[in-house]
């Protein structure tokens, strides 16, 4: 195989702890005063939900731009997108889709088998209530464009670009793939629990693409093809349950 063109990232252990720490200021206190307008504003519900995880995302870019201007401006993350990124990033996108698969299954009959949720992400319920064309647009957004450039940014090439000669190659590529998936499930109720392997499997095959060719752009366009091949799916099984539901009400009136 070919030699990693990723450059070792000489970046002091105490400027990393800076950069976390910029990281989590910039998410909760962000995420803290999205929430404090949606009160005020009187927003609930399933766009409160999206304007807290927009803000939260932002909040992400702001503490990685404030590391950036103050402590770290001569390395560069390898963010530039050009036709090579766009294909890289599409062939780790159809390379990644048999493991994916096949891991979801393992782990949604493991699961069912050890009497344990299998419930959906969250977000992948709000995709699926959806139902104004703004708001689902927003979403769309969000998830395509805003949330690959935020957590590729964090989880490649914050998290696993130090990680990566200094700790076991093991330990380097699970780490920031099982920190990365254990954000999408919620721990209170195990709602999102069987995407929790499937997207640990993501993440490593993210880290190897990143690895291999040295540009984050191509993880962020195969993370960005993933989250949109996901709603697409979610998009035509609800059009597949709108469609069921309308020929049962046509069968019903007929039958009247």
């Known amino acids: 195989r070919p030699a990693p ?30 929430g404090f307008a949606a009160r005020h504003l009187h ?46 990033g599409a062939a780790t996108f159809l390379i990644a889709l048999p493991p994916l698969m096949v891991t979801a299954k393992a782990a949604e009959f493991i699961l069912e088998r050890c009497g ?8 992948v319920g709000l995709f699926a209530r959806a139902d104004k064309g703004g708001l689902l647009t927003l979403m769309i957004g969000l998830a395509v464009i805003l949330a690959p450039l935020t957590e590729e940014l964090v989880f490649r090439a914050g998290l696993f670009r130090f990680a990566r000669t200094r700790l076991p190659r093991a330990a380097a590529l699970l780490l920031p793939a099982v920190f990365f998936a254990s954000l999408h499930v919620n721990w209170s ?51 597949e349950e709108h469609t069921s539901e309308l020929q049962s009400r046509l069968h019903l009136v007929c039958r009247l």
């Open 116 to 123: 344990l949720p299998t419930d959906r992400q969250d977000l």
């Open 43 to 88: 927003v609930r519900g399933d766009a409160a939900t999206l304007l807290q995880g927009a803000a939260a995302q932002f909040g992400l870019l702001a503490g990685i731009a404030a590391f950036r201007l103050q402590v770290d401006r001569t390395r560069p993350f390898g963010l530039a997108f050009d036709r090579e990124v766009v294909r890289a």
């Open 189 to 239: 109720t195990l709602v999102g629990l069987p995407s929790l392997a499937p997207l640990v499997v993501l993440a490593v095959i993210f880290s190897l693409a990143y690895e291999r060719t040295g540009r984050l752009g191509t993880a962020i366009v195969a993370h960005a093809l993933f989250n949109l091949n996901t709603i697409l799916l979610i998009l035509a099984g609800r059009s």
């Open 5 to 34: 063109r990723l450059e070792t990232w000489p970046l002091p252990a105490t400027d990393f702890i800076v950069l976390v720490i910029l990281l989590l200021v910039g998410t909760f206190s962000l995420a803290a005063g999205a």
